[in-house]
């Protein structure tokens, strides 16, 4: 069925941002920075001018607002999703804008990225290419080293802190954290670029993009008094590290319980985790994060890894105007990768399969614009497929799976991923 609708066009060149929109985009940053006490530290930066590359870290929208504030009033062009086009094509692309699907290799895209260097602007990329799901770093690909390399302009990364706090991915109640701080800093210039190798390029980006909100948040004592602060951490922390088991975790109000083993934690205002009884097994989040990821290294490494058979429905996006749905079908995610099959309301059989050297991560959503559910987001360059299981499952662990099963894919071969880099 989306075949009969008109794909977005990729090839459509970037356009330069309008200059009666430029004031606009600064007035619609500047209230949220200031709100929240943004504060910025340049290093390397000053008189420095376009045409760079910007790469930024991703955990909310306000990282688009802090780095719009960053470097006004220079042009910029950013890569976006093209679910953030949906019902404003138009307006995205008039003020610099460029459509990106999500985890693509896309040769137009760099095309793109060259025509916005030409145009001496800079160039926004967000190279996690989803927001953190507890506010620390996602793995970086590895074509980010050869990217820089190729475009022969000045690297600058800009790594903000607290916009996960403030308004967290399972969560996205502003919670008034501030101050909230960015550091923006010259990473490579130009002449500097000439002698890097492509891997030295990405070493120093990994390092870069280090950072941990939670960490941040205890280090300066800030903190979050909204009562309902832990409500939604259940979808990023979904197996018990008391009894162990999956998907049974819930959270109300400051607490997450486990509904199998009935032990709760209580998420203070400070950002640590803290048991009412017993073991408090991780305070920081994050650990219980990663302690997750351990465990489903461990079934990816004994071959065991699946979600099972699971119901889905499947809505798809061939363009930027509104998600069509596709119908209904089944989903697996395995040792394979993902497979999807399904038939739609034409009586037409779809499929999708993503096998796993040909995804190294995947970006996932909690509870879609409040009413649609946990899903999971497969791309092709020409469409984009939001997949909505039922039963039990954890799209936090379909995420964390994609990614191991990528990376014990490239270990078996011979060519390990380094940490941080896919």
Known sequence: MADNFKRFDRKAPPIRTKWYLRPLTYLLSVPDTKK??????????????????????????????????????????????????????????????ICKRKFTNDITLIRNIRRVMENGDICVIYPEARYSLCGTTAVLPRSLGELCKMLGVPVVT????????????????????????????????????????????????VKAFQYDDYKWQYERGIKVTYEKRAEGLHKVLYQCPHCK?????????????????????????NG????????????????????????????????????????????????????????????????????????????????????????????????????????VDLNTLDDTWYIYPSGDFSVTKMALATEELYFNYKKKQGKPCKPGLA
């Open 245 to 269: 088991t999956e998907f049974k975790m819930t959270s109300k109000d400051d607490k997450l319980i486990c509904s199998s083993c009935g032990k709760v934690w209580r998420y203070l205002e």
């Open 36 to 97: 929240h006490g943004l504060k910025i530290t340049k290093n390397g930066v000053d008189g420095l001018k376009p045409p760079y590359l910007l790469l930024c870290n991703h955990n909310a929208f306000m990282d688009f607002k802090a780095a719009t504030a960053a470097i006004y009033p220079e042009r910029a062009n950013y890569i976006v999703a093209i679910d953030g086009f949906i019902g404003r094509e138009k307006l995205l692309r008039n003020v610099g804008c």
């Open 158 to 205: 800009f790594i903000c802190h607290g916009h996960h706090i403030n308004s967290p991915f399972w969560n996205l109640h502003d919670r008034g954290v501030k101050p909230t701080e960015a550091e923006m800093t010259l990473l490579y210039s130009k002449e500097e670029l000439k002698t890097a190798s492509a891997d030295e390029i990405n070493d120093k980006l």
């Open 272 to 375: 640590r985790l803290h048991a009412e009884d017993g073991e408090t097994e991780f305070y920081h989040i994050p650990d219980w994060y990663e302690w997750e990821r351990s465990n489903v290294r461990a079934e990816v490494e004994a071959g065991a890894y699946s979600s099972g058979e699971l119901d889905v429905t499947v809505d798809s996006l061939p363009n930027a105007k509104k998600f069509i749905r596709l119908g209904e079908g089944k989903m697996t995610h395995d040792m394979n990768g993902f497979t999807v099959r399904g038939v739609d309301f034409d009586g037409d059989a779809f499929e999708m399969i993503k096998d796993v050297p040909s995804l190294y991560s995947c970006h996932i959503e909690y509870d879609y614009l409040g009413k649609h559910g946990d899903c």
